[in-house]
């Protein structure tokens, strides 16, 4: 709430709309309806954040009933996360971190717990480095290019967990990190081309509506995650999940499903909703060429 506070206090307008344009509801609402760029991004909005609910509700299942717990203990000893009475005797400073962050398994632990959190740790670790490559990526390339190819990627690696078998664990892992590499760059790609649309609706309409657009694109987000939800408790039951039947063969092919088909067919819906995204690298300069000639003219009448 304090940061609410200090953002609405502190930021301030660097675009603002045009000094004669009066407010009409009516008017923007008739204009984002003639915004492709726009209407490309609120569904586009709508399915990845769909797919992040289905995702991430559906992974703890995933890893604690489908997931071989000895294979994946293997995994775990390999990279130093499972004690040993010699560890216990005189843990290092490392062992002690590992433990207070609850990374240890011990003899008598269930490994699913600790696994799962070292692949979310591992993919979102992935995901921050590579979000750092969208500003340079996008200069080379366009936003619609980058956004558009790390969409696809990520379709794809994520449908890829479909097909692997419950031993697999360190394929799940190297999934994991080329899905956090392509998925990484979309993520402030998404809000800089949300900007571009609003410039995409003042070139065509001479009307700046930048507060609607982004209103309107955040309620495209929340209802992708409220739809998200609501799919996700509605495929568990499609599946009949209980406790008692979470280890049977339907289950475990419905959590295999909703972790890697899924979320790949959604995000595959958002690279279509793509190609009627107009705002191409060549179109965006035109368009921040005319509008700044545009601003210029109007702020010296």
């Known amino acids: 709430m304090v940061f609410f506070i200090i953002t609405f206090l502190s930021v301030k307008e660097r675009v603002n709309p045009p000094k004669e344009q009066k407010q009409d509801f009516w008017k923007d609402v008739s204009n984002l309806r003639k915004n492709r760029p726009w209407v490309a991004m609120f569904v586009m909005a709508i399915f990845v954040f769909t797919t992040l609910t289905v995702r991430g509700s559906s992974e703890y299942y995933y890893f604690t009933y489908y997931v071989d717990g000895d294979a994946l203990a293997s995994l775990l ?10 560890h216990e005797a005189s843990p ?24 799962f959190s070292l692949f979310n ?36 690696f994520e449908g890829m967990f479909f097909f692997l078998d419950s031993t697999s664990v360190e394929a799940m892992f190297l999934l994991t990190i080329l899905s956090g590499m392509c998925n990484g760059p979309t993520i402030p790609l998404l809000w800089a081309m949300i900007a571009d649309t609003a410039d995409y609706g003042e070139w065509k309409s001479e009307r700046r509506a930048t507060g609607f657009v982004f209103a309107s694109i955040v309620f495209a ?33 419905g959590f295999r499903i909703m972790v890697g088909l899924i979320p790949g067919a959604l995000i595959l819906f958002s690279v279509i909703c793509m190609l009627y995204y107009l705002i191409t690298k060549r179109i965006e300069l035109q368009m921040e060429k005319e509008l700044d000639a545009r601003r210029l003219s109007q702020s010296k009448h």
């Open 121 to 156: 740790m591992v993919g979102t670790f992935t995901t921050i480095l590579c979000v750092m490559t969208a500003k340079p990526l996008a200069r080379a390339f366009g936003k619609k290019a980058v956004f558009t190819v790390g969409l696809a990627g990520t379709a794809l």
């Open 77 to 86: 000893a390999d990279v130093g996360l499972f004690t040993s009475s010699t």
């Open 221 to 253: 987000l929340k209802g992708g995650l409220g739809i998200g939800g609501a799919l996700t408790g509605g495929l568990l039951a499609f599946y009949g999940y209980t406790p008692e039947t979470a280890t049977e063969p339907q289950m475990l092919m």
């Open 92 to 115: 290092s400073l490392t062992f002690k971190a590992l433990d207070t962050l609850g990374l240890i398994v011990r003899p008598e632990s269930d490994p699913s717990k600790v696994g």
